[in-house]
C-alpha cells in the first residue's frame, strides 16, 4: 500500500470478531500482526464501553499510538484519548467521551411511549431497567458482562418475545423521531444513533488519518451492520456458525468469509491486506 494510503479495520465484536461464546483466541495472531503492521482495529459495537474495557485489557483492540479509540452503543458515543482528538470537539479528560446521540434519560419518554403504543402481551426485555440475571440468560454473558450491559447511555436494548409486537413497537418509535437499529434478537433504540455514523466522526477527528486518503476495511455480521458496511472500501461479512451469512451489503468491493468467528475474522483479515499490498 502506498504511504499516502491508510487502512484503518472497524470491526463489529459479537459474532464477528468474537465467537458465538465471545471467545477470541482465534484472533490474536492477526491482531498482533496489524498491531505491528500500526494498523488499528477500532471496535464499533452496540456494547457499553464498559464492557469493551474488558476486551482492551487482554487484546490490542481499540487502541491507537498509545491511545484509545472506539465507537460503543451503537455509534451513540465515541471513545478517544484526548490527545487523539483534533478539530473543535471538546472531550472530557475523566471520561474521554465524545456523544453522537441524545442521552437516553433524554429520549426514555418517547421510548416507553412506543412500548406502551404497541400494546405487547408480555413487557419487552429493556437492558437498562433488566437484572443482572435476566441480562445472562438473555445474551449468554458472564455477569459482569452483564452488569456492564445495564449501563447503557445513548441507547436502550430491547428483547421482544413476540414479532408482531416487535414490529409494532418499530413503527411507533419510528413515527416518534426515534432511530431503530435492528440485530437478530435485538432493538437497538435511541436519538442519534448508528454505527455508520459513529465511523464517520471517528476518522474525521483522528489525526493520525490527517494525510492520505483512508482505506477504510469494514466487518460484520448481521443486518446492524449493513450501513456501516456500505460505507466502507472494503466490506467484509462474517458467517455464523451454520454457514449462513445474516446480511450482504451493495458494495462494490465485498469479502464474504468462509468460517465464522473468529476464524473467519482472521481468514478475512488477511484477504484484505494482501488486497491492499500490505502483506
Known amino acids: 500500500m502506498s504511504k499516502s494510503r491508510r487502512l484503518l479495520v472497524a470491526t463489529d465484536l459479537d459474532r464477528t470478531l468474537l465467537s458465538s461464546n465471545f471467545g477470541y483466541h482465534g484472533v490474536v495472531d492477526t491482531l498482533e500482526k496489524l498491531r505491528l503492521l500500526k494498523v488499528p482495529v477500532i471496535p464499533i459495537t452496540s456494547r457499553t464501553f464498559k464492557e469493551l474495557e474488558l476486551y482492551m485489557r487482554d487484546i490490542p483492540i481499540g487502541k491507537l499510538d498509545g491511545g484509545i479509540a472506539a465507537v460503543v452503543e451503537v455509534g451513540g458515543a465515541i471513545h478517544l484519548s484526548e490527545r487523539l482528538v483534533r478539530g473543535p470537539i471538546r472531550v472530557s479528560s475523566k471520561t474521554l467521551e465524545i456523544p453522537l446521540a441524545q442521552r437516553l434519560e433524554n429520549v426514555s419518554g418517547l421510548i416507553d411511549e412506543s412500548v406502551k403504543e404497541a400494546e405487547c402481551s408480555s413487557e419487552p426485555l429493556a437492558f437498562t431497567k433488566a437484572t443482572v440475571e435476566e441480562i445472562v440468560r438473555e445474551a449468554g454473558l458472564a455477569p459482569k458482562e452483564a452488569l456492564f450491559a445495564k449501563m447503557r447511555k445513548y441507547s436502550e436494548t430491547l428483547v421482544f418475545n413476540d414479532a408482531e409486537c416487535r414490529k409494532r413497537f418499530i413503527r411507533a418509535a419510528l413515527k416518534r423521531g426515534l432511530d ?100
Open 180 to 279: 431503530v437499529v435492528e440485530s437478530v434478537r435485538q432493538v437497538h433504540v435511541g436519538l442519534g444513533i448508528g454505527k455508520e455514523r459513529g465511523l464517520l466522526k471517528l476518522v474525521n477527528v483522528l489525526p493520525h488519518f490527517r494525510t492520505g486518503r483512508i482505506v477504510t476495511a469494514c466487518l460484520g455480521d448481521a443486518p446492524m451492520d449493513k450501513k456501516m458496511l456500505e460505507s466502507c472500501d472494503v466490506a467484509v461479512v462474517i458467517p455464523w456458525n451454520d454457514g449462513r451469512c445474516r446480511v450482504m451489503p451493495r458494495n462494490k468491493r465485498v469479502l464474504v468469509s468462509p468460517y465464522p468467528a473468529p476464524r473467519g475474522w482472521s481468514w478475512a483479515i488477511e484477504r484484505v491486506l494482501a488486497l491492499q499490498g500490505i502483506l
